[in-house]
Every structure is written in structure tokens, then in C-alpha cells.
């Protein structure tokens, strides 16, 4: 069974950075594809990045497109999310998922098949 554990989560002041880190165990990390999703208080979960197997290959919801940055160490098999500039709007519980038989990306919650607990995010004005 795959295991996915976020770390780095925090409170941190409006424009301020995190890097969040997700481990994965459990199988071979290489062959997944790796996303990012955060759910805040009373709102459904959503997408926030995703990258391919190799790492080669990245995408972004709108909302957090030149300000987060996705990526992947397949030596330490882990996955990160660097956010910068952040948001109010973007405090929330962030999830890292892991996606089964994707040679590019995955981009919907429903295609991901593997899930961490979350780590949290707070962010002050």
C-alpha cells in the first residue's frame, strides 16, 4: 500500500514563502504521477499542481500559477510545493495524491489514487 506523508506546513504572514514536502513509501515512486490539492473551511477540495513521472512535465490551477512551483525527487522519492507570494486565500489543509498508470498528468482528484493526511497552512494579513 502507498503511503504519502506532507510535512512543512505553517503560519506565515502575507508575501511570505513555505516549501511543503510530501514522502512517498510503499511502492515504486518513479511510475506516478504526484499532485498537490488544498480544501479550506467549507469549500470542496481543488486542484493545485501536478507533475509527471519524470518530473518533466507541469501544470497549475490560475489561482497559483507563477507564485507555487511543483516538483519531484525521484532519488529521495518526494515531492514538493514551493509557494511564494502567498495569499490569505490560499490558507487550507494541503494534500499531496499519487496517480496510478499516468504517462503525463493528472489533474482531477478523482484520478488520483493515493492521498497524505495533509499539512496545514495559515496565512496572516
Known amino acids: 500500500q502507498v503511503q504519502l506523508v506532507e510535512s512543512g506546513g505553517g503560519l506565515v504572514q502575507a508575501g511570505g514563502s513555505l516549501r511543503l514536502s510530501c514522502a512517498f513509501s510503499?511502492?515504486?515512486?518513479?511510475?506516478?504521477?504526484m499532485g498537490w490539492f488544498r480544501q479550506a473551511p467549507g469549500k470542496e477540495r481543488e486542484f493545485v499542481a501536478a507533475?509527471?513521472?519524470?518530473?518533466?512535465?507541469?501544470y497549475y490551477a490560475d489561482s497559483v500559477k507563477g507564485r507555487f512551483t511543483i516538483s519531484r525527487d525521484n532519488t529521495k522519492n518526494t515531492v514538493y510545493l514551493q509557494m511564494n507570494s502567498l495569499k490569505p486565500e490560499d490558507a487550507a489543509l494541503y494534500y499531496c495524491?499519487?496517480?496510478?498508470?499516468?504517462?503525463?498528468?493528472?489533474?482531477?482528484?478523482?484520478?488520483?489514487?493515493?492521498w497524505g493526511q495533509g499539512t496545514q497552512v495559515t496565512v496572516s494579513s
Open positions: 495524491a499519487a496517480a496510478e498508470g499516468y504517462y503525463g498528468l493528472a489533474t482531477y482528484a478523482n484520478e488520483y489514487d493515493y
Open positions: 510503499g511502492r515504486t515512486f518513479s511510475i506516478y504521477a
Open positions: 507533475t509527471s513521472r519524470s518530473g518533466g512535465n507541469t
